[in-house]
């Protein structure tokens, strides 16, 4: 089921774009008004948006929550704040009484501002985390078991197995975990069809079924060759470049051997029989070590001829699974930020402001679960930025209370103009180097 349909239209994916960012922000400036709010310190503003204010109200704790025309980020605007980077006004200030004082960011105590600065990035660790566990508590997990959920929608001419079927061996080969099973299938040559040993309705049987590895589309990769090319979920490559295959580690070795070059697909979707060609694009993919590899790609995973069954997962096992997850994108993307910065990948992976903006809409395309799942991922993406050490971040504000809390004072008012000046000139500049990216990367 499609979120929305045709959502590579600029509008939709604009559309797709602001509906993730907003989510995000708000989460994230919601970190920072809520624990702000527990430790004394006042919100005046809670803006989604910038520039004209569209719709607002104020609260029984005098915050103004407002929409402004500009869905692009968001910000809260604490008492004593100058601007929505927390700047300091200092005039505001020092007319304040003692009292109110303690009630404005900058005079809080420094536990209380570093708290509110760091909950921020948090929110967005602790949005991702609840949306992977979700996610995996309504899909569920595969069994042990390899025992066949939902058949894949195959050609009348493929043979597939049953929903139910307990698979004992295949090829001649016992199987009795699915992680046996993949590991079987992935050392088997392809072939038209092969042999089962199943289970069925409680008695055991041989049965003759198609390649355990169809080269079946299971996903899409958005800004990828496949999805420009209009490969979708469920399309069977049966053919490249005029070749038959029936495996997906055939469709592997011919886009590595492509280098590149153009390729004819055949394809089998819902009875029908399409052409497609595309070009593999390279493309740098993190390794188990830590490292980089740089690989053909057309953009698309395959898996078995059916779904597994699946289990119940717990809401402890879900979380924990979750925060790895979560772990996982912020492993990658420091990896790949280092290994851009040395040389070792190209820094078109730095996607700026459009590239992004299309990915929400391919993902969106792709149906609300997909679209969900990027939101996570783009939440931990947020947070990690959030807190790069870069003054006007939140992770350059707790640079300057890590020196008050060795130092035992602020930094003076004039160098945090300076350092804000700074700050601001560096993530202006990375903006603008990812957005070059976005127009003239391949």
Not at 427 to 432: D, K, N
Request: aromatic share 10%.
């Amino acid at each position: 089921m499609e979120f929305i349909p045709d959502f590579g239209g600029f509008a939709f994916t604009l559309l797709a774009f602001i509906a993730a960012l907003s989510v995000i922000v708000a989460i994230h400036e919601y970190g920072h008004y809520i624990v702000g709010r527990w430790s004394g310190i006042h919100a005046e503003v809670f803006s989604i948006g910038f520039g004209p204010v569209l719709l607002s109200r104020v609260d029984r704790h005098g915050t103004k929550w407002q929409l402004a025309a500009l869905p692009f980020g968001g910000y809260v605007k604490f008492l004593g704040d100058s601007d929505a980077a927390s700047g300091k006004d200092a005039a505001a200030i020092d007319a304040l009484d003692v009292q109110e004082r303690r009630r404005s960011m900058h005079g809080a105590p420094l536990w209380a501002r570093a708290a509110t600065v760091a909950a921020g990035p948090i929110f967005n660790f602790i949005l991702s985390i609840i949306i992977f566990a979700g996610v995996l508590m309504v899909s569920g997990r595969p069994v042990e078991a390899p025992i066949v959920g939902a058949p894949a929608a195959l050609p009348a001419e493929r043979i597939t197995l049953q929903e139910g079927d307990l698979i004992l061996a295949v090829d001649g080969q016992p199987v009795e975990t699915l992680s046996e099973l993949y590991a079987t299938a992935r050392d088997l040559a392809p072939s038209p069809t092969l042999d089962y040993r199943v289970e069925r309705a409680g008695e055991e049987m041989t049965v003759t079924a198609s390649f355990l590895l169809l080269p079946l589309v299971q996903s899409v990769t958005p800004q990828s060759a496949a999805i420009e090319a209009g490969l979708e979920e469920g399309d069977l490559i049966e053919a490249v470049n005029g070749t038959p295959i029936y495996a997906f580690s055939e469709l592997r070795e011919a886009v590595d051997a492509s280098a590149g070059a153009p390729m004819d697909l055949t394809i089998w979707r819902d009875g029908a029989r399409l052409p497609i060609t595309l070009s593999p694009r390279r493309t740098d993919l993190p390794t188990a070590d830590g490292g980089f590899e740089t690989r053909w790609l057309i953009g698309i995973s395959g898996g078995l001829i059916f779904d597994p069954v699946t289990e119940r997962v717990g809401l402890w096992s879900a979380i924990v699974s979750g925060a790895d997850q979560t772990w996982f994108v912020v492993r990658s993307s420091l990896s790949g930020l280092w290994h851009m910065i040395t040389g070792a990948i190209s820094s078109c992976n730095l996607q700026g402001p459009i590239g992004i903006a299309e990915t929400s809409g391919a993902a969106a395309s792709q149906g609300l679960d997909n679209f969900i799942w990027f939101i996570a991922v783009l939440s931990t993406a947020v947070g990690l930025l959030n807190l790069f050490p870069i003054p006007v971040l939140d992770g350059g504000h707790l640079m300057f209370h890590a020196y008050e809390a060795v130092s035992g004072k602020p930094p003076s008012d004039k160098a945090l103009r300076v350092f804000m000046t700074v700050g601001l000139t560096l993530l202006l500049s990375l903006m603008l180097f990812a957005l070059t990216n976005d127009l003239f990367c391949p």
